[in-house]
């Protein structure tokens, strides 16, 4: 009777931790292989939040942000063959930046993870991954590429003309006379001057004494103008292919009688290499640097074993 006693009660007590095991047990759903690893439904809908909104896009179907992570995963793995890894002091330094970036103080950073619908662990673990990501393509891609000075130069040459051609400039003085209420008179005092500065007077003493122009006391000069700054009569003279410097011209316009001489003319000029060779070599860095971690990305998603479940 003991022993049978016994027995029940043991049976009874394997039952019920048979029964409640089974209660409890969650059968996740896998819906990718990477290598050995798996990722499931849960760490796939969990790390959607967060890939959506780096991505910026909220929308992003499930299967997109699977192939992210996929990828992602690929990463890491090659990372922690490497050795690298993060400690958490970077982590926390990071999660500080953002913070101070969008001023955010702990409570409404919480409130912020909280709205989101994501705990500090995964946040923490996003973190550790993208700087661990970033760690291994220092290393592999952007240690590996670099640009001479002599091929930024030789860029700056190809698509000088494209991109660093400046405006045709020229300096010039002026002799400005105004309409008066008799325009004939107007005329003939311009024409006076005009003929004056063709038999060789000087234009500086001649814009001192009749020009009511802002540089009259300066001789006329009105320095260096880009082509396309002045009035259009002014400016097809200065940039017309034919003239030259020495040359002078009367011309009219609404405002009055313009006497114009050009002092020095710059038809080609180029933005100076030296103030260029920084943007240069950071263009085509980015450049080489995108297209050796493409192809650094893809021979290690080619040698990896990715299923895809979902």
Do not use: C
């Amino acid at each position: 009777m003991k022993k049978g006693l016994i027995l029940a009660v043991g049976l009874l007590i394997l039952s019920s931790i048979l029964s409640s095991s089974a209660d409890s047990v969650i059968i996740e759903k896998v819906v990718a292989v990477v290598n050995k690893q798996v990722i499931t439904l849960t760490e796939l809908q969990e790390r959607a939040i967060l890939i959506r909104k780096a991505l910026r896009n909220p929308n992003l179907p499930l299967k997109d942000v699977l192939q992210h992570i996929v990828v992602e995963t690929i990463q890491v793995q090659r990372a922690k063959e490497l050795g690298l890894s993060v400690p958490d002091e970077a982590i926390d330094s990071y999660i500080k930046s953002f913070m101070r970036e969008n001023h955010l103080d702990k409570a409404s950073f919480d409130k912020l993870l909280k709205d989101w619908g994501i705990s500090l662990e995964a946040y923490r673990e996003e973190v550790r991954r993208r700087i661990l990501i970033s760690k291994l393509v220092n290393l592999e891609v952007r240690s590996r590429v670099a640009v001479p000075e002599e091929e930024a130069r030789e860029y700056y040459e190809k698509h000088k003309d494209e991109l660093y051609l400046l405006p045709a400039k020229a300096r010039l003085a002026d002799i400005f006379i105004p309409w008066g209420e008799d325009k004939k008179e107007t005329m003939e005092k311009a024409h006076d001057i005009f003929q004056k500065l063709q038999l060789g007077e000087s234009f500086k003493k001649m814009a001192a004494l009749y020009s009511q122009g802002p540089n009259a006391e300066e001789g006329g000069d009105m320095g260096w103008v880009k082509k396309g700054e002045l009035m259009a009569p002014l400016d097809a003279f200065l940039f017309s292919p034919k003239s030259k410097p020495g040359d002078i011209k009367l011309i009219e316009t609404e405002s009055g009688v313009h006497i114009v001489k050009i002092l020095e003319k710059q038809e080609k000029n180029y933005v100076p290499f030296d103030q260029v060779k920084k943007d240069i070599t950071r263009k085509l860095y980015q450049e080489r640097v995108s297209k050796r971690y493409q192809n650094w990305l893809n021979t290690l998603i080619n040698k990896a074993y990715v299923k895809i479940l979902l």
